[in-house]
């Protein structure tokens, strides 16, 4: 059974920093690629970053590529975020894709939980 369990969320001021996390389970991060999406209240749902290790890319949205990392360990897919700014705020969520169709068109095969970060002084 495919697992996706985001942690790592929380509360930070402006300019700092936090590691989420996405612990999987019931597949191979070396076949299946895992994005990270990000939706602010209000909003649609944004696709942020994705890792894709089969074809050997990563994957950043304009609005974060600078400030987060994507990287990977056996069975977790990490996103390092520095200088958060408020508009960062949101609920993180990261998914295993299936395709990776377009630039920020993916078939998404299951979803995790999701974990707030709220950016504020």
């Known amino acids: 059974q495919v697992q996706l369990v985001e942690s790592g969320g929380g509360l930070v001021q402006p300019g700092g920093s936090l590691r989420l996390s996405c612990a999987v389970s019931?597949?191979?991060?070396?076949?299946?690629?895992v994005g990270w999406y990000r939706q602010a209240p209000g909003k649609e749902r944004e696709a942020i970053s994705y890792?894709?290790?089969?074809?050997?890319r990563t994957f950043y949205a304009p609005s974060v590529k600078g400030r987060f990392t994507i990287s990977r360990d056996q069975n977790t897919v990490y996103l390092q975020m520095k200088n958060l700014k408020p508009e960062d705020t949101a609920v993180y969520y990261c998914?295993?894709?299936?395709?990776?169709?377009?630039?920020?068109?993916?078939?998404?095969?299951?979803w995790g939980q999701g974990t707030q970060v709220t950016v504020s002084s």
């Open positions: 998914a295993k894709l299936l395709n990776i169709l377009g630039i920020v068109d993916w078939e998404v095969g299951d």
């Open positions: 890792i894709n290790t089969y074809a050997g």
């Open positions: 019931g597949f191979s991060l070396d076949r299946f690629a």
